[in-house]
């Protein structure tokens, strides 16, 4: 996991403002994940991408849009239709015929 | 929809004491169930993962057992010592054939010295 890096470690909007969390990695992996963590909650699917050009919405897609150029970055922008973006932001990927998922460091956004 | 409950949410054990996590799933097809590691502020990281054609897995300290006709899965961690603390997330596989994970709550683990 030390492959997937996320930037920035710490990041704070304004409220209606887009912003982009940035996923990179280096494992040759095919597919790339994006997932929201409140406290103590789990783990919840925002959006994933299984190849190049190619993604699809997870369970709480709305506010959020994402792209995949490159096989090594998956970006995650939050628009301003998100009504509650603060969050940590985790990115995770695995290889195209596994369901093993590894993270990225995460990011930990605030809206002021 | 699909579920993944587990319980319970926080636990507190004295070092040297075993623990035990356990989760249920609704998805009668899931065949994959990891286990997460996550300290304070940091990723989750894997720690053991069982298929559905494996009813136990050992690794060290740590094994998670499968019951497939219960739909229930549970992680034990013997002689707990305090950098065992963390929260702990387990995960079942969902239909639909892109890897998909649905995750439980979590469970906070506190292993007091």
């Known amino acids: 996991d030390g492959g997937i890096t996320q930037s920035p470690k710490y990041l704070f909007r304004k409220e209606g403002q887009n912003v982009t969390l940035s996923c990179e990695q280096n494992?040759?992996?095919?597919?790339m994940y994006w997932y929201r963590q409140d406290p103590g909650q789990g783990l919840r699917l925002i959006y994933y991408s299984q190849i190049v050009n190619d993604f699809q919405k997870g369970d709480i897609a709305e506010g959020y849009s994402v792209s995949r150029e490159k096989k090594e970055s998956f970006p995650l922008t939050v628009t301003s239709a998100q009504k509650n973006p603060t969050a940590f932001y985790l990115c995770a990927s695995s290889e195209g015929d596994s369901d093993t998922q590894y993270f990225g460091p995460g990011t930990r956004l605030t809206v002021l | 929809g699909e579920n993944v409950e587990q319980h319970p949410s926080t636990l507190s054990v004295q070092e040297g004491d075993s623990a035990v996590i356990k989760c249920t799933y609704s998805d009668s097809a899931s065949n994959y169930f990891p286990w997460y590691k996550q300290e304070l502020g940091k990723r989750p990281q894997l720690i053991i993962d069982i298929r559905s054609n494996v009813g136990e897995k050992k690794d060290q300290r740590i094994a998670v057992t499968l019951n497939k006709t219960a739909k229930h899965f549970s992680l034990h961690i013997t002689e707990t010592q305090p950098e065992d603390s963390a929260v702990y997330f387990c995960?079942?596989?969902?239909?639909?054939?892109?890897?998909?994970?649905?995750f439980g709550a979590g469970t906070r683990l506190a292993v007091h010295p």
């Open positions: 995960a079942a596989s969902a239909s639909g054939g892109y890897n998909k994970l649905i």
């Open positions: 494992l040759n992996h095919d597919a």
